[in-house]
């Protein structure tokens, strides 16, 4: 039973060691080979505001042409809601939220957003005129023949 201990302490070591090794190579990622390679100023994204992009694809969620990175979406409180809640939108010159964000998980209409839509850069994202980090050969489905 000794000798059944030792050999799988001295196997788990050298699983360990030979694990190790594998990890010490060189990682590469999509921004290349080094992930903490400092980024120049004139490389960051730049966001567009005011013109909207169009949608890539029937049901893509629209994207966000204006700043949100102040914005609190929390547990108790969605900033977004201040100009795009139905009750608000016209007001506000606000795009009003799909009808589908007021359907409850049972399919039933509610007044308020439904918790399942309530965090809302979950789908949507700021547009921003980003470079790509690898190659995109995507085509809109009206330009597949």
Known sequence: ??????????????????????????????????????????????????NRFERAYRQQPPLIPHQIDRYQIDMRANQCLNCHDWS?????????????????????QLDTVAGTRW???????PQADAKELVENKFKPSSEVK
């Open 1 to 50: 039973m000794r000798k059944l201990m030792i050999f799988a302490a001295a196997s788990a070591i050298a699983a360990t060691l030979g694990i190790g090794a594998v990890v010490s190579e060189e990682l590469t990622t999509l921004r290349g080979p080094s992930p903490n390679a400092d980024v120049a100023v004139s490389d960051v994204a730049k966001q567009e505001v005011g």
């Open 88 to 108: 608000v939108a016209a007001k506000q010159g606000a795009p009003t939220l799909s009808m589908t964000h007021y359907l409850g998980r049972d399919g039933q």
């Open 119 to 125: 965090f809302c850069n979950q789908c949507h994202v």
